[in-house]
């Protein structure tokens, strides 16, 4: 517990939350220097050495201040190269480790292979690939790293409505595989998949409850100093009881939250259903915000409505409410 | 629905004109603030020459003298077509005509009316920022120095200032008594000196409002409507001016843009997905529900049975369907919703489910807001306790 | 419109909102007197001749008081004789005008023809079958008038929740249909049925949101009458606007029943769709009743439980939210 | 999750006890209020007999003495296990336990302490008809003549009184000054002349709570706990004697009966249908996340780390969630559901959905409303303004 507290102390000193959205490039060298990219790497690897509770309170933190920097595809490429039995595994997890960027990408990747076996097609939703050595992709063959300089690879910004973040399609062009970075063959991705997932979406949730979290107490705070009709809006009982319920969920979502992540055989549907109540009370949580903050919330001036921006793209991250509520029900109706 | 033959023959005719001169592409020519004010204005003028502009007004002007059963089935056309929404002109032909009209002194009539027909634009300052749903908590200045009012303070949530001619407004003349006695109506020019407009940066990139700095702003006394002092009561004329065939408008704008819903359930092959289906059907319910609800309403204040708190029930039903419209669309549309398209300045239902999940909140908010319409609907309709004025904690 | 207010007026007289759920009996009685059987009959069939607002006016009023008499049913079981063209129909249509019964069954029928042709099997959802002549089924061979104390039929009460109605299974265990009770025959028994589902849809949405509205004003009443924390319950701010939402919704359902009242060319969808937002409004509205209620609305001392129960039956008569949802969705994507 | 050795062995303990002992057949035999009340005091009876009826009295109690993670653990097991909950002794367990153990004189812990492990059971008179969510009010009246206090006043919402042998009285022996000041805490036999008890008949057809008139009822005063008009603290000490347990215990045993959702889910044949298995998945979530909170909730609880306001987000998620269960097997269930089924006395989970539905409001409403319980997240959690006391019109 000391741990955690000490690693979200310093978290909010380096990440004070009056400063949303830092610059990305200083915030990356911040988080390198504190050691946020090898916090879960083992200690004899070089690592720090902590569990999924340090993540995860980083994690939260970096959601508070709607951090830019691409800390949790860093994470996961890591962990996908650590995983892997590349023979040049320890050269990169060392580069990795040093501040290199290698993402794993967190949405969907369309790729075809050609008669020759090259690839070609787009991997969508790649943060930051305008920063990365390589992606971490799943290919035909296997997750492999994919460095973004190679030839047949060309990288594209498709701007997006959240501010805090920038996404990149990774385009393949009869691009040729090398062995050499293969991570995984094909039998063994879906193992090394669902490890990530269960870390991604973990991850994710613990954005969104950050941010959710930040996002509740601007609103408090501007309930407590907007006055009309002569009081505070906070004195209108109907607002302050949408406040309490958007503390009550908030809570909800984290303990559900802290349940998987303290749970090590905590499957991928339950990690998923942590990160879709986190995602859906992060987006409950900013539309009531909006509604709440009145006039102000909707212009650029008040900065309530980058919360709700990168609410919309969280709860698409690692697959929507729709798919995984589908799943988390099927498997629910296959073990009852 | 069979209208009576006169509204009939009206229908038919304004649907010859829409099939010859609505804007076919004025979503593809309302990209950027500046050429949506030229479309608009194009159209505005299109409808004032062929007598749609304005047939709430008076006979006496080209176009005028129509009732409330012929406003409708305007509006109801000009929906249907899908034709640009009135924006930039509807202050000029709504607030400020209400306000002359019912209000201003002949002269001022005399001088105003005719050149809103020519293309002159008006704009709105009543809210500030410490007044929005208290509208009367106003607390810009204004200071009589022999024939002109001086004028210092902010006003906010102007539609389409930046581009106004003119400017209804409300100013504070006393700090005496009850906030609303102290208030005092003007006619600005926003040309005048220490006046400066800056664009709201909305959130969803469009600019269709904007704050308005007065910095000693001379305005002649000769532009106030009714007595100093007694700017509330004229408010209220401006407030009240339409009521009712915005919504019915919207309303139907809506219906026709369910299209885009169908459209993103086709593209993402949901025509199986029985919840899918399922939410789809019960929001066409909805929104063909408020449809009935705005018509009713228009019926009731044609046939003179409008109660207090009808508007309140139809605009907070308005704003929780497109609420709901715009939040499956951004549900069914996926990922791909988050990426940037271009807007479409000054429309409600544009298929950029981002931009019209955000501007839906204009609804729940702007023009008295959802909470407040709740307030009247509990202490109006349904006589229940108004708000305290004062409490002891 | 004079006409419309007038029938109000009279059922509110013959009515009153004080006494809810009247004997079924005297109701019975009464409703034949005031000629509500026969207000859709045409003059010259010797019927009061009037339209579909006639009657939704008065199944609103009887939803008002939660009516134990069957009008709907019967209503809609004698709109099916007069349809027919079955030799017997004016004798019919003339017993059932003086108040003899035949309801349409407004739940789903599960029957199998034997070999010899005789039936079995379950009409289900039989309002007051006990005092019943016959009852309008739609059997394999087409729409027909099923005598209940004929061989092979028995009749069964399965109590329900809701205590203001009683519902019947029509058991048929080999019973021979009788070719002189014959209102259709299998191929025009399609066109009959979307004529009564229309009427049935739009009776029953009177029938909620005459209901809903008498429970919002029990609610709103005893919201100005309770007192806590030295103030009546109506002057919080959270509660009023409650209030003030139930009241939205049920005018937003009102207009859309009206609108399909009016247009005498709704297809069954639109008829399907005014009732099922009537009925989840209903519902919604006796749900909130019962919370804004607090203990008193938790026992059977105050009837705003009587109300929900209604409700809840109502949202499954002639089909439920999630059936009909589906069907208007897909119509609807199938037409844009 | 592994616990503490200790805490294994005692899961194991009561893992072979529940296995040997749990009643089986318990909702068959709770389908009267009579065979409940005969169900649940067999039950109490090998509860405390093998030692887990009363894991958090003192040690000097057979079976007392445990940690507040140990009485979890065992109240996980009851929940697991699907016994009945301690519904007829869970006032004399808990609220009159803490009661007598904190406020009450030696000589009364002494008489009734251990009757209560006997069977005598005791029932809660505090709510009253014109006080509920503001329990101050209480207007029962109690005058003290010579050794005696006459009470005369109605009681209600007294959980199973009709068989209670005693009762927690809350009376109002002055009325001056604040509300709280004038109220004293009396024990009553329930068998005193001019006790009337009246069970509530519930709209699911429970009989769970009653009503309790006195009538001149005449109490010693030596039934007194604490000082004349001190009462207030002393019922603090009775609500606050359980927090957590019984929401933990519930919150799992809405978990188990998720397979009655599941079970409907088969029995209509939408396996396939994804809107419903979307809707399943999402309860599946919320009720494990209520389940999440409510561990979290006692965990904090047993390391001293409780924050005010926490107990109030749990009941109104768990409250929340019990509705969205009942509803969703409401739903699913079809019309069947809307024919009257046997209910089982005592329980939330029964699959008798609309009885689970009406139930389902017995929290929200009752034990402090949903709306106070927002009242105080916002007041005490977010630090926002109070009620005002009084206000002005």
């Known amino acids: 517990m000391i741990e955690l507290n000490e690693l979200t102390d310093a978290a909010q000193k380096a990440f004070p939350a009056e400063a949303l959205s830092p610059g990305r490039d200083d915030s990356w060298r911040l988080v390198t220097e504190m050691g946020w990219l090898i916090v879960r790497l083992p200690e004899n690897a070089g690592g720090l050495g902590l569990g999924r509770e340090a993540s995860t309170a980083i994690h939260f933190e970096m959601g508070r201040v709607l951090a830019t920097t691409p800390l949790i595809p860093a994470q996961l490429g890591l962990q996908a190269v650590l995983a892997s039995s590349m023979a040049g595994r320890s050269e990169w997890v060392e580069r990795l480790a040093g501040g290199a960027y290698a993402p794993l990408h967190l949405l969907p990747a369309a790729l075809e292979a050609a008669g020759d076996g090259t690839l070609s097609g787009t991997i969508g939703g790649v943060f930051d690939a305008d920063m990365a050595a390589a992606v971490v992709a799943k290919l035909p063959g296997g997750y492999a790293l994919v460095p973004v300089n190679a030839a047949g690879v060309t990288v594209h910004e498709r701007p997006i409505w959240d501010a805090s973040r920038r996404l990149f399609d990774v385009v393949l062009d009869g691009y040729e595989a090398d062995p050499a970075l293969m991570l995984t063959d094909a039998a063994s991705a879906s193992a090394l998949h669902d490890t990530l997932a269960c870390e991604a979406h973990l991850a994710l949730a613990a954005d969104c409850l950050g941010a959710a979290n930040a996002a509740l107490d601007l609103t408090v705070e501007y309930m407590k100093m907007r006055r009309q009709f002569d009081r505070p809006i906070a004195m209108f009982q109907a607002l302050k009881h949408r406040a309490a319920d958007m503390k009550t969920q908030v809570a909800v979502a984290e303990a559900l939250l802290w349940s998987g992540v303290r749970d090590a055989q905590a499957p991928v549907t339950a990690c998923a259903a942590a990160k879709t109540l ?59 | 629905m069979t209208d009576k033959p006169d509204l009939d023959a009206l229908r038919s005719e304004v649907r010859a004109f829409l099939a010859a001169e609505a804007p076919a592409e004025w979503r593809d020519t309302s990209r950027t603030q500046e050429d949506f004010v030229r479309t608009q204005r194009d159209w505005f003028g299109k409808l004032v020459k062929a007598g749609y502009a304005i047939p709430h007004w008076p006979a006496a002007f080209p176009g005028g003298g129509r009732s409330l059963a012929e406003q409708k089935v305007i509006y109801e056309e000009l929906a249907k077509a899908d034709c640009p929404r009135l924006l930039l002109s509807f202050v000029s032909t709504y607030h400020a005509f209400a306000t002359l009209h019912e209000c201003a002194s002949t002269e001022q009539q005399e001088r105003y009316l005719p050149r809103i027909l020519e293309g002159e634009t008006w704009c709105q300052g009543f809210s500030e920022p410490g007044a929005g749903s208290d509208l009367a908590a106003i607390k810009t200045r204004a ?189 069914l549309g996926g990922v791909e919703e988050q990426y940037i398209a271009p807007i479409t300045f000054g429309d409600l239902n544009t298929g950029n489910w981002m931009a019209d999940f955000m501007n839906s909140y204009a609804w729940t908010i702007a023009g008295g807001s959802e909470e407040v319409q709740r307030n009247i609907i509990a202490e109006r309709m349904l006589d229940m306790p108004r708000e305290p004025k004062a409490w002891v904690a």
């Open chain 2, 143 to 331: 200071e009589r120095k022999g024939d002109v009012y001086v004028v210092n303070g902010q006003k906010v949530w102007s539609t389409m200032a930046q581009v106004a001619d003119k400017c209804l407004l409300l100013v504070r003349t006393s700090s005496d008594g009850p906030k609303q006695a102290g208030i005092t109506y003007l006619l600005m020019d926003m040309q005048a000196s220490g006046v400066t407009v800056r664009p709201i940066h909305q959130i969803q990139g469009d600019e269709e409002f904007a704050e308005i700095f007065l910095d000693n702003v001379e305005i002649p006394v000769s532009e106030r409507v009714g007595e100093e002092g007694k700017g509330w009561a004229v408010a209220q004329a401006t407030l009240a001016s339409e009521r009712g065939l915005t919504l019915m408008e919207l309303s139907y704008r809506m219906r026709g843009a369910l299209s885009r819903v169908a459209e993103l359930i086709r593209d993402h092959e949901h025509e199986e997905d029985r919840g899918v289906l399922r939410d789809f059907g019960h929001l066409v319910t909805q929104v063909d529900a408020v449809c009935a609800i705005a018509d009713q309403f228009l019926d009731n204040r044609i046939n003179g049975i409008e109660r207090v708190g009808d508007a309140s029930i139809v605009k907070n039903s308005y704003s929780r369907a497109l609420r709901a419209y715009s939040k499956l669309g951004l549900r």
């Open chain 1, 278 to 336: 986190a995602a859906e009370v992060f987006a409950f949580v900013t539309e009531e915000a909006i509604q709440l903050h009145g006039g102000i919330g909707l212009t650029e001036e008040h900065p309530i409505h980058r919360f709700m921006k990168r609410a919309m793209l969280n709860l698409q991250l690692c697959g929507s409410p729709d798919l995984w509520n589908e799943r988390v029900g099927r498997e629910a109706l296959a073990l009852r």
